[in-house]
């Protein structure tokens, strides 16, 4: 019997139990119910909504149409009277850029518990047990690892490790390379690429040696690598963004260029290029692949700040690249990062700017629309004061 947690549940009137498994961390459901092709969408987003579980035993394609159902229903939810920002809203008044984040987040919260409701049974060898189910296992074994024993997992979950399979198989085109970038589940993917353009772009203070903190995919390290770096150290904590990083790097070619380490940001020693693109937004992650996005209180923003001059060689150069985001969300100041280079001993020798050139910056359906209309990303410069 594994270590994993078990979930329980009673099905025509026997006590059943199994392995428990969730990328995001969460307990299994207390309250389950057995659902299948009889099952309405209103009663199970009525039950989902109320904390219940959903282990269904009908067809796979008509979970996945139920998915989509509790999904329409979330959004047309109203919104709860009483609710930060509704007396604004009722007078007509704009909720504030900070507010609508938060809200933001509440909604997207709310939606994945309740999505994350309808769950689906597993056998030993991640197999489904249900009719129409898709050959599930390279997908799954990817994520978990091998399943020697049955377990419950949810539909979202799945759905969304088979996405990233196929992001992992095809890859994202990045142009700064001339070839893609195959991002692993729970690593964030460089489909946004203005970081990337900047870092290919901005002159190169020496061609030696380079850290990338907090690598990734391996994406900015190969792109060094490829403007001609001649060794490059790569750092990350987590294990499978430096497996996805190592595995990039050698398929691109450049392992004899670039050392993938484990390490708490900075390696061993001085370089005269440190390079770090941490999370950008200054909030809680709801989920490990949101760890690439949301960096509480950035820490690892004033980490990187902190630790860079004693990491910097003589005349060395430190890029920060970091979308102002937060700055239009109310969550940061740019005063607040000015501060933290100046208390860091740091100065600032430059910056380089890009405009986001992803959909939602022009959504204007989008809730956090006018922030993200406003956003810059920038490559700051940074040297020793």
């Not at 969460?26 to 009663?43: E, G, H, K, Y």
């Not at 809730?367 to 040297?383: D, I, K, M, N, Y």
């Amino acid at each position: 019997m594994s270590d994993l947690p078990r979930i329980h549940w009673t099905e025509n009137g026997v006590e059943h139990s199994a392995a428990w498994r969730s990328e995001a961390g969460l307990p299994p459901p207390r309250r389950v119910v057995v659902a299948d092709d009889t099952t309405s969408a209103d009663t199970a987003y009525r039950l989902a909504c109320e904390g219940t579980a959903l282990l269904w035993r009908g067809d796979f394609q008509n979970a996945r149409q139920l998915l989509n159902a509790l999904a329409r229903r979330t959004e047309r939810k109203p919104k709860k009277a009483g609710r930060p920002g509704a007396k604004a809203r009722d007078k007509g008044q704009a909720a504030s850029p900070t507010e609508a984040f938060h809200l933001h987040r509440l909604a997207q919260s709310q939606r994945a518990r309740t999505l994350g409701m309808l769950l689906l049974p597993f056998e030993a060898g991640h197999q489904i047990p249900l009719r129409r189910a898709p050959d599930v296992h390279d997908a799954c074994e990817q994520v978990y690892g091998p399943a020697t024993e049955p377990y419950v997992a949810s539909l979202r979950e799945l759905l969304g490790m088979i996405g990233a399979f196929e992001w992992r198989r095809k890859g994202v085109e990045i142009p700064a390379l001339a070839d893609r970038i195959h991002p692993w589940y729970g690593v964030f993917s460089p489909v946004r690429g203005e970081y990337v353009d900047l870092v290919a772009a901005e002159p190169l203070p020496a061609q030696t040696l380079a850290f990338d903190i907090g690598t990734g995919t391996g994406v900015l390290a190969a792109v060094l690598a490829r403007r001609g770096v001649q060794r490059v150290v790569a750092t990350d904590q987590d294990p499978r963004a430096l497996a996805c990083a190592r595995e990039n790097i050698a398929r691109l070619g450049y392992a004899a260029q670039v050392d993938v380490i484990e390490a708490d940001l900075f390696p061993a020693g001085r370089a005269p290029l440190v390079v770090c693109n941490p999370p950008w937004v200054p909030a809680r992650p709801s989920s490990p692949v949101e760890r690439a996005v949301y960096d509480p209180d950035s820490a690892m923003l004033r980490g990187f700040l902190q630790g860079l001059a004693e990491h910097l060689e003589p005349g060395g150069e430190g890029w920060l690249l970091l979308s102002d985001l937060a700055e239009h969300l109310g969550l940061r100041q740019r005063e607040e990062l000015t501060g933290w280079i100046e208390a860091a001993g740091l100065k600032v020798l430059g910056r380089s700017d890009i405009r986001p050139r992803h959909p939602r910056a022009a959504d204007a359906a989008d809730p956090l629309h006018a922030a993200r209309s406003a956003e810059v990303t920038s490559l700051w410069r940074l040297g020793v004061r």
